[in-house]
């Protein structure tokens, strides 16, 4: 059965404070002067304010968001970083204390001097006390702050925006407010006091920066899992609802599940029975060598570099006709150092499902983009099958789409996304006429698009290059591993093993991570017994770290003896 919960086991739930009177009551026996609660924008400040306020009365509370710069101040100095596109801006280098009034801040910390104890509270907090004798930081999950813009709960980061449209709440947090905040958080994780969960206002929960840390040093140190999530889209189908046993939310589809993107997803810290609910993304920035190796840090930073997502399109329809950027184009436009280099591996296919991928030999180019700008106008439907080529797609195919390659899953089709990480730089072409899911057009992206489309790759060089590349790589005794891909402009490398019996598996020193493609049920162990057994299920993505070292994987359970199969992906080694 799918795991929609898994977490990684920490302590005890003893260490677990829940509740606004148990939180309120550790932070008053701990008898500072100055307590800071640094908070990521989008936490509910009214909501901490008046719990901890309420319960700690002979302490002034003091607002950080007091010192931000006036909103429209703020508007005009990212405006030409945020750009005037629906979709897209540039990667900021902004630090947070460029929202805030210099001579603001000032006034505020000469007025915390002044209190025999004082709570500074909010996204800048650190700004107005660098040094406090208690430091808290508010947590909260990148989905939970979805949410919240998309019921129109919270507005960006120095402004009033609510009722904003999600999407460009969303864009401008993406490339602006959530960078600042995360660059923040990075200097603050080592010496936290205590972790404050927020993503259930009504039931906050708080554990010690040393328990916080002893979780994210337990997670380096044997496989797991992010938390995954579903979302809704024009073109989804339902075959997670089936496969991954998802609950009857009303939602009219389920077209994505975000089940490795640590950017997005959450992880989740076990005390006892108790979850502590974080972004994965704090692991990453807290303990990027361990989790990701010495090379791949070197190569890319204190980013996870690698990205599987499931898209159902299984009851649906086709996804857009897309295409991604050069990596010199995502540099220059967008401040990215690398793209979205991709591939699309067949977990499931009705009959009758295909991929579009690649152009047909012998195209006329300037007129297909005649033809796509008509279609963006709006009085004409693109003929994309007259200028893509549409390859069948059954079980276990394995699609290579190398930057710059047009390309889209079409209906009747459950696709296991492996793919480079730079978020959310997808161009569409074409989008079939449809809306989306707030009913208004999606916005298609030609001028980025067509400056990137590759028209060498035509149907003879996709066929040899970019469809089924199996090549048999080793074999022993129950199992066989296969490379798949991807192609040799891509920095990701994929295995597939099949087995019956135990798999030997070594990381050497860097990232793994992987999926259960075929068969119910498996176990990953450690040779030495460094790690407890780690049971996955079919569909589940987990995450080896690089300092695992030696693994092993066999069929668990009801796959017992069983044939399954696991797609491996990781960073391949510069030449």
Request: include cysteine; aromatic fraction near 10%; glycine fraction near 8%.
């Amino acid at each position: 059965m799918y795991d929609k919960q898994p977490f990684v086991e920490s302590g005890s739930a003893q260490e677990c404070l829940q509740g606004w009177e148990k939180i309120a009551a550790e932070l008053r026996s701990r008898q500072s002067s100055t307590l800071v609660i640094e908070c990521y924008p989008g936490v509910f400040l009214d909501e901490i304010e008046s719990a901890i306020g309420t319960a700690m009365p002979e302490w002034k509370v003091l607002r950080a968001d007091g010192a931000l710069l006036p909103e429209e101040t703020i508007e005009q100095r990212f405006a030409e970083l945020l750009t005037d596109d629906p979709v897209f801006g540039r990667m900021s280098q902004v630090e947070l204390s460029e929202f805030f009034d210099p001579e603001a801040i000032l006034h505020l910390r000469k007025e915390a001097a002044e209190c025999a104890r004082v709570i500074i509270l909010g996204t800048g907090a650190t700004l107005l006390c660098p040094k406090p004798s208690l430091l808290v930081y508010a947590d909260m999950a990148r989905w939970e702050l979805q949410r919240r813009q998309r019921e129109e709960l919270i507005p960006n980061l120095g402004l009033r925006n609510f009722t904003e449209r999600a999407a460009l709440k969303y864009k401008r947090a993406f490339f602006l407010d959530w960078r600042v905040a995360d660059r923040t958080k990075c200097n603050l994780l080592s010496r936290l006091d205590y972790l404050l969960d927020t993503n259930n206002p009504s039931q906050p929960k708080m554990i010690s920066g040393s328990a916080f840390r002893r979780g994210l040093e337990a997670a380096t140190k044997r496989p797991f899992r992010v938390v995954p999530f579903f979302d809704p889209g024009p073109w989804g189908g339902h075959w997670m609802e089936r496969v991954c046993d998802l609950p009857q939310d009303g939602a009219p589809n389920h077209a994505w599940c975000f089940d490795c993107v640590p950017e997005e997803n959450s992880l989740l810290l076990g005390f006892g029975d108790i979850r502590v609910e974080i972004p994965a993304l704090d692991l990453i920035l807290q303990h990027p060598r361990e989790l990701l190796g010495d090379t791949v840090y070197k190569r890319f930073g204190a980013e996870f570099p690698i990205r599987f997502d499931l898209l159902d399109t299984m009851g649906g329809s086709n996804l857009s006709l897309q295409v991604h950027p050069l990596t010199a184009y995502i540099r220059e436009q967008f401040g990215m150092s690398y793209t979205q280099d991709e591939s699309y591996y067949l977990l499931d296919a009705e009959p009758g499902a295909t991929v579009c991928l690649g152009l047909k030999t012998g195209i006329d180019s300037a007129q297909m983009i005649t033809e796509l700008y008509r279609a963006e106008a709006g009085d004409f439907d693109f003929p994309a099958l007259q200028y893509v080529n549409q390859f069948p797609a059954r079980k276990h195919d394995h699609f290579m789409i190398p930057a710059g390659t047009v390309h889209c899953s079409g209906k009747g089709s459950m696709v296991l996304e492996i793919s480079a990480t730079p978020y959310i730089f997808t161009f569409k072409l074409w989008d079939w006429g449809r809306l989306g899911m707030d009913g208004a057009p999606r916005p298609t992206h030609l001028e980025h698009g067509v400056r990137n489309i590759q028209w060498d790759r035509t149907t003879e060089w996709t066929k040899a290059c970019l469809v089924n590349h199996v090549t048999p790589m080793a074999e022993g005794r129950g199992w066989r591993e296969e490379r798949t891909g991807l192609h040799e402009l891509e920095f990701i490398e994929t295995r597939r093993c099949w087995f019956t019996g135990t798999v030997p598996h070594h990381t050497y020193g860097t990232l793994h991570v992987l999926n259960l493609v075929e068969g119910e049920q498996a176990v990953v162990e450690s040779p030495d017994g460094a790690f407890k057994p780690f049971t996955v299920h079919y569909a589940e993505t987990f995450i080896v770290p690089a300092c695992v070292g030696g693994y092993t994987i066999r069929p668990d359970g009801p796959s017992a003896g069983k044939k399954c199969a696991t797609i491996l992906a990781y960073v391949r080694e510069q030449e």
